[in-house]
């Protein structure tokens, strides 16, 4: 079961969000490294959304999007079928 995020963002809460359900471009999970060095070049992003008692899921949506991070979640949750271009 992937985290979902739904409690109010925290630095540790974002980290946990994006290692559940983000990996890198060429497929690689982040690591710890990766995570620390994406809060900190996107720290920004994550003091504005704790600030803003933004959900921990929208903020690490918001660095993902900013880092180019490609989504690896459940795409069920939603409801939807991820579009692979096969029909």
Do not use: C
């Not at 809060?39 to 690490?60: K, P």
């Amino acid at each position: 079961m992937t985290y979902h995020g739904q409690e109010n963002a925290t630095r540790n809460r974002v980290r946990r969000y994006l290692k559940e359900n983000y990996r890198d471009p060429d497929g690689t999970q982040l690591s710890d490294a990766r995570l620390t060095e994406l809060l900190t070049d996107h720290a920004g992003i994550v003091e504005r959304g704790v600030e803003q008692l933004s959900h921990a899921y929208y903020v690490g949506d918001k660095v993902a999007e900013a880092a180019g991070l490609d989504w690896s979640g459940d795409d069920n949750d939603t409801g939807e079928e991820a579009d692979d271009g096969e029909a």
